[in-house]
């Protein structure tokens, strides 16, 4: 059973760098039929998906976070990682790391547990 | 992008009830629809892909219905724990993957 868990600060001052880390543990990282994604959920709100990253190294992100968004993925660690820049009390969520698969109509069919990033000084 | 709306926002139901949510995509989706619960403080869990695919382990009680911009999540028979937000999420050809706003069905 595939594991996912998430890591990082969990308080970022404003204009800072948000970075998490995923690591995947119970299968590899390294396969063509997952998209390995993050997804994020400000405090009593609904849920964000925010971008993906794939094995290979291509990711697509949502529009209105490109600008300050970057995905990456580290197949010799069996992890992936977000960096997201310029960060406003708007950023403030919990963020979820989660698996993408191609085998069921690329539903989210693993989640890690999720960790609360807050922005403030 | 594809926008989801989810109806109704909230709803009050009892145990033994059968409870219906529903989906309406922007466009036409085929069949990319998945349905996730999240209950309080915990991450969201697949219950349905591909609009009526059952995830394994899943009840038999949950099941989704609909193609092209409408679809359907029903609980036939609402179990105690069954209380918690439902999802509705495309996956539609190109991102971005959007989720629908959420239902929350709590205890009347």
């Known amino acids: 059973q595939v594991q996912l868990q998430e890591s990082g600060p969990g308080l970022v001052k404003p204009s800072q760098t948000l970075s998490l880390t995923c690591s995947v543990s119970?299968?590899?990282?390294?396969?063509?039929?997952?998209?390995w994604s993050w997804i994020r959920q400000p405090p009593g709100k609904g849920l964000e998906w925010i971008g993906y990253v794939y094995y290979s190294g291509n990711t697509f992100y949502k529009p209105s976070l490109r600008s300050r968004l970057s995905i990456s993925i580290d197949t010799s660690k069996n992890q992936f990682s977000l960096k997201l820049n310029s960060v406003t009390a708007a950023d403030t969520a919990v963020y979820y790391c989660?698996?993408?698969?191609?085998?069921?109509?690329?539903?989210?069919?693993?989640w890690g547990q999720g960790t609360l990033v807050t922005v403030s000084s | 992008d594809i926008e989801l709306t989810q109806s109704p926002s909230s709803l009050s139901a009892s145990v033994g009830d059968r409870v219906t949510v529903t989906c309406r995509a922007s466009q036409n989706i085929g069949s990319h629809l998945n349905w996730y619960q999240q209950k309080s403080g915990k991450a969201p869990n697949l219950l349905i892909y591909g609009a009526s695919i059952l995830q394994g382990g899943v009840p038999s009680r949950f099941a989704g219905s609909g193609s092209g911009t409408d679809f359907t999540l029903t609980i036939s028979s609402l179990q105690p724990e069954d209380f918690a937000t439902y999802y509705c999420q495309h996956s539609y050809t190109t991102p971005p993957w959007a989720f629908g706003q959420g239902t929350k069905v709590d205890i009347q």
């Open positions: 119970g299968g590899s990282i390294n396969r063509p039929d997952h998209y």
């Open positions: 989660a698996r993408g698969d191609s085998d069921v109509y690329l539903s989210f069919d693993n």
